[in-house]
């Protein structure tokens, strides 16, 4: 079955002083780990790689186009460009802060029409498959009761534009900190995604097993 169209969401205010600090983060220690705001790059990598899994289960020698959203300076990218089961033939990788997209674009210089990286809240345009990896973690102190509905909106419309598979993570609550961050349950987070997924049939699972303070949500939907 089709997917209802829904529309992009209003970004709250906190969303704007979000990007002025992930802007200056960036401009301050460049690509890497700490410009995009994860502690270490091997906490970054794991967690993009666990996102991954989710092409595990592609045919693999079908070239795909994935986006991703809030890619920061393109780290997802640097992972995905010599895959070859399945070839990523065409990566676009959205985010609203346009120091991010700078960077981005002086990385991967000689990427050629393969990528795309685009200055926006949302994805324009669908996609084989979507990745967000700590897009919503960082809520600046925003009160459940406005970041959660925004997520939600932010999801539904990435959803939208995913035509075989999506996955996310998010902070764990077991591992709450006083930090202006947003944790939360899985099991929330799950029974969410599966009430969306079910018009069309998707398939969802959870992995929490790779680092006490993140999860991962994936869905898959029948080809």
Not at 46 to 75: E, M, T, Y
Not at 171 to 188: A, V
Request: glycine letters at 8%.
């Amino acid at each position: 079955m089709d997917p209802v169209r829904v529309p992009p969401p209003d970004l709250p205010l906190e969303v704007d002083l979000i990007a002025h600090s992930y802007g200056a983060a960036v401009r301050a220690r460049g690509a890497t780990s700490l410009g995009v705001g994860w502690s270490t790059t091997d906490v970054q990598m794991l967690r993009l790689s666990v996102l991954c899994d989710l092409l595990d289960q592609a045919d693999p020698a079908v070239p795909v186009h994935v986006h991703d959203l809030g890619c920061g300076w393109g780290a997802l990218w640097g992972l995905l460009q010599d895959r070859t089961a399945p070839p990523v033939a065409q990566y676009t990788g959205y985010d609203i802060t346009p120091e991010m997209i700078h960077t981005a674009r002086r990385t991967y210089p000689a990427a050629g029409q393969r990528v795309r990286f685009v200055l926006s809240a949302h994805a324009e345009e669908p996609a084989d498959y979507g990745f967000v990896s700590g897009t919503y973690n960082f809520s600046d102190g925003a009160a459940p009761s406005v970041w959660e509905p925004y997520v939600e909106e932010s999801l539904r419309h990435f959803l939208f534009q995913c035509r075989k598979g999506m996955a996310f993570n998010l902070l764990h609550q077991r591992r709450r900190t006083d930090r202006p961050m947003y944790y939360t349950d899985p099991q929330r987070w799950q029974d969410w995604l599966e009430a969306e997924a079910a018009p069309r049939g998707g398939r969802v699972w959870c992995r929490d097993d790779y680092l006490e303070d993140d999860f991962t949500l994936f869905v898959r939907f029948p080809d």
